[in-house]
């Protein structure tokens, strides 16, 4: 759906007008190219005292050929000559240099005071990240440090990012990523994943890396030989998840209502992918699901399974039938459960599969006319925290929740509404289904063994809830 507004913020007279109102400036969002380097640009990295992640930073910024530099800090020279990173000398009175990526890594901080060491990195350098930069701090979880200075510390950083995602503006975004003690080896999807464009519209964030087991991965192909199912895979954000899963190397099922087949049959065409009709509600859908998967898919059975079939039935409360009601409920959170069950009970899981489910920020802040959807959606974000400790066999579950995005769903809400869903954000602007379907698949890789019962927001960092 075309963003007029945006259309002309961009045009020689728009940006005039937008300055002298001081009106938002909704800056076009730099998008995965496969063509292009992963990190298109310097990264900057620091560290306080003591941190301890300086060599899994540099490993990871190693193995994408960052072009990065530092400052004067012999701990993070050592540990980057230790995985081979060449770390060009930073000298920091140099106002000239501009970055796309600016990584501190906040483990060494143990006590409030050592906070000033954030501030001491991020200030000076402020005005110098690229539009479209990214921001990232790494730490410690603050629930797992045994010390309460630390912790609190430590969650202190939350606060520092959210406020930083919010000042920098032209596109930037700024994330938090703890590492749990032992979990240093799962940090590179999530490090390439915030890092590059592929989380245009994903601001704000907190991420939790823990232990789990994580596979070795072929980057360009992190899905290859895996068969993922996609819910509501005919159009708007489903449509993108699966493109994006079978540009991954997935072996993609697309399922949707027997209604949508046609559009279904376009879409898995397009990508290689099958066709499973069929509406999620039906009691037999998990097992018709299992079956198909065990006698159709190259990997007999599932390795990805995302739950982003959802609708909307938007009614106040007072006004809202029984049957608004029990139909978003059925088919948004109970129908996912009871299919959940069902594969896991039929072993129609793979090893280390991963279950991704799609919420929403309705579900984290409500919204009026949306008792029935974000009840729903807040429970899905209930579902994913609960099932995650109890999976076993390496298996995952986390979701993404979504703010506004450009599909047949927002292009439904009257005029104002969707106008200040567009712009109530750090990007003015809504994001694409792509956007959703970049975080779907890094959740979904092979390589993000370490992230079960994360919910992270893919909403430009709406105001809503945050
Ligand atoms: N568009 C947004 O801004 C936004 C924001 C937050 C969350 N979401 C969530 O993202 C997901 C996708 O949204 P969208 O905007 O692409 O919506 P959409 O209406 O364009 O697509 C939803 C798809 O789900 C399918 N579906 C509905 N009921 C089904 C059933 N019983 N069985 C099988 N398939 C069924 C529909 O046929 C449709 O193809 C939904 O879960 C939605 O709640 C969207």
Redesign the pocket.
């Known amino acids: 759906m075309s963003d007029r507004y945006q259309e002309f913020a961009n045009s020689a007279l728009g940006k005039l007008v937008i300055k002298n109102l001081g009106l938002p400036m909704p800056l076009e969002l730099e998008r995965f190219d496969p063509n292009k380097p992963l990190i298109n640009g310097a990264v900057l990295l620091g560290a306080a005292p003591g941190s301890t992640l300086g060599g899994p930073i540099s490993d990871v910024l190693n193995t994408v050929h960052a072009d990065t530099y530092a400052g004067n800090h012999a701990a993070l020279q050592q540990a980057a000559a230790k995985v081979g990173l060449n770390l060009r000398p930073y000298n920091s009175g140099d106002k000239e240099s501009r970055f796309k990526v600016m990584i501190f890594d906040a483990s060494g901080i143990q006590n409030s005071e050592q906070l000033v060491e954030l501030f001491n990195f991020y200030s000076p350098v402020a005005r110098q990240l690229l539009p479209n930069g990214r921001v990232i701090v790494i730490g410690r979880t603050p629930e797992l440090c045994s010390n309460p200075k630390m912790a609190t510390a430590q969650r202190a950083l939350e606060g520092f990012v959210k406020s930083v995602g919010k000042e920098f503006k032209k596109a930037s975004t700024a994330q938090l990523i703890y590492v749990a003690e032992g979990a240093e080896a799962n940090l590179e999807s999530t490090l390439r994943f915030f890092a590059s464009a592929k989380s245009a519209y994903v601001s704000g964030q907190v991420v939790r890396v823990s232990a789990g087991a994580t596979q070795k991965i072929d980057w360009n192909a992190p899905l290859a030989g895996k068969t993922a199912l996609v ?9 993108a998840i699966a493109r994006t899963l079978a540009r991954d190397g997935a072996q993609v099922i697309c ?3 027997p ?2 087949e046609a ?1 279904l049959q376009r879409v898995a065409g397009e990508i290689g992918g099958l066709v499973l009709p ?4 039906a009691s037999d ?1 998990g097992q018709k699901i299992a079956e198909f998967a065990n006698a159709e898919s190259q990997s007999k059975g599932l390795d990805v399974v995302v ?6 039935r938007d009614k106040t409360l007072a006004n809202m039938k029984d049957q608004q009601w029990n139909l978003v409920m ?3 959170l109970s ?1 996912e459960e009871r299919i959940n069950d069902t594969l896991l009970a039929e072993g129609a899981l793979n090893a280390n599969a991963r279950i991704v489910c ?5 579900g984290i802040a409500g919204n009026l006319g949306q008792t029935n ?1 974000a009840t729903s ?1 807040a429970g899905v974000i209930g579902m994913v925290h609960s099932v995650a400790p109890t999976l076993a066999n390496g298996v995952t579950i986390n979701a993404v ?10 292009a439904a809400i009257p005029l104002g509404i969707r106008e200040a ?1 567009r712009r109530m954000n750090s990007m003015s602007q ?2 694409q ?1 792509v956007d ?1 379907a970049e975080a779907i698949a890094w959740f979904a890789s092979p390589a993000s063994g370490g992230l079960n019962g994360n919910v992270v927001r893919v909403c430009g960092q709406s105001l809503l809830g945050a």
Do not use: C, W
Not at 231 to 239: K, L, Y
């Open positions: 819910t509501g895979a005919s159009r708007g954000i489903g449509e399922l949707d209502v209604a949508q559009d069929l509406d999620i509600t859908a739950h982003n079939a959802g609708i909307t059925n088919i948004n129908s799609v919420s929403s920020i309705s959807y959606k929740a979504p703010g506004f995005i450009e599909t047949q769903m927002t869903g809504g994001g289904p959703v």
